[in-house]
């Protein structure tokens, strides 16, 4: 269309220009198509912008603040002296760790709004696809919290209070880890109810620290049941 200025336009007349239009792909210089892609992501998200360093951070800082200190308890038993006890100690780091969810949570909603929605997502569609998976995520972190109780959902084995037996009722018997994930798809949810290319490309960045954080919290969590089980079985 004579006039269209789109970045989908600009693209196509970018790879097109000076080429046979019988070429095929061959005649298409990537390294222009890469760059153009990145040139018109910078469009729409802005890195050095307060709020998106602000929300990368916390995003980042959560996950590592709560395995370091969860494993610091666990070696050194610290925090359940200085409470004189563990479950008032896990309550004190399960309250820190809600209090830096909301904080990620307004970071994450004040990076998306102080940078432009794209048009291809600002419809009723998208809109209601990420109801679906805000409401989808809200489901699996609620019944994850019932199902672990409060010491179980914030990381009481490292306090020593272990559960009986692994739980396998819903959602766990659905999915691995419910919590991480169903958090990942109500900031997926979010970022596409407001169009935000910002949101999309932070909740990758949720989903990667959360892959991230159970490569080290399974493996360690494992080693505490089966030392659990070492000596129930000696005392057998």
Same mark, same amino acid.
């Given at each position: 269309?004579?006039?269209?200025? $789109?970045?989908?336009?600009?693209?196509?007349?970018?790879?097109?220009?000076?080429?046979?239009?019988?070429?095929?792909?061959?005649?298409?210089?990537?390294?222009?198509?890469?760059?153009?892609?990145?040139? %018109?992501?910078?469009? /729409?998200?802005?890195?050095?912008?307060?709020? /998106? #360093?602000?929300?990368? /951070?916390?995003? #980042?800082?959560?996950?590592?603040?709560?395995?370091?200190?969860?494993?610091?308890?666990?070696?050194?038993?610290?925090?359940?002296?200085?409470?004189?006890?563990?479950?008032?100690?896990?309550?004190?780091?399960?309250?820190?760790?809600?209090?830096?969810?909301?904080?990620?949570?307004?970071?994450?909603?004040?990076?998306?709004? $102080?940078?432009?929605?794209?048009?291809?997502?600002?419809?009723?569609?998208?809109?209601?696809?990420?109801?679906?998976?805000?409401?989808?995520?809200?489901?699996?972190?609620?019944?994850?919290?019932?199902?672990?109780?409060?010491?179980?959902?914030?990381?009481?084995?490292?306090?020593?209070? =272990?559960?009986?037996?692994?739980?396998?009722?819903?959602?766990?018997?659905? =999915?691995?880890?419910?919590?991480? %994930?169903? $958090?990942?798809?109500?900031?997926?949810? %979010?970022?596409?109810?407001?169009?935000?290319?910002?949101?999309?490309?932070?909740?990758?960045?949720?989903?990667? #620290?959360?892959? #991230?954080?159970?490569?080290?919290?399974?493996?360690?969590?494992?080693?505490?049941?089966?030392?659990?089980?070492?000596?129930?079985?000696?005392?057998?």
């Amino acid at each position: 269309v004579e006039g269209d200025t $789109s970045p989908a336009a600009a693209l196509m007349s970018s790879l097109a220009e000076g080429h046979d239009c019988c070429g095929g792909l061959g005649n298409i210089d990537f390294r222009q198509a890469d760059l153009f892609v990145m040139t %018109w992501l910078l469009g /729409f998200v802005d890195p050095t912008e307060p709020s /998106f #360093v602000a929300a990368v /951070f916390t995003i #980042v800082f959560s996950p590592l603040f709560w395995n370091v200190v969860a494993r610091w308890e666990q070696r050194t038993r610290k925090l359940s002296r200085a409470f004189g006890s563990p479950y008032l100690a896990c309550y004190f780091l399960g309250s820190s760790i809600l209090l830096l969810n909301v904080l990620r949570s307004h970071c994450f909603t004040q990076a998306m709004m $102080s940078q432009p929605k794209m048009e291809g997502l600002d419809n009723h569609a998208t809109y209601f696809l990420g109801l679906v998976l805000l409401g989808g995520g809200i489901v699996f972190v609620l019944s994850s919290f019932f199902a672990l109780g409060f010491t179980g959902t914030f990381l009481g084995d490292y306090f020593g209070i =272990l559960k009986e037996a692994r739980v396998t009722t819903f959602p766990f018997n659905v =999915l691995d880890n419910p919590m991480y %994930w169903g $958090s990942t798809a109500n900031y997926l949810g %979010w970022a596409l109810m407001h169009a935000s290319p910002t949101g999309l490309l932070l909740t990758v960045l949720v989903a990667l #620290v959360y892959v #991230v954080a159970l490569l080290y919290e399974e493996p360690f969590t494992a080693e505490i049941y089966q030392q659990k089980a070492t000596r129930l079985h000696k005392r057998s």
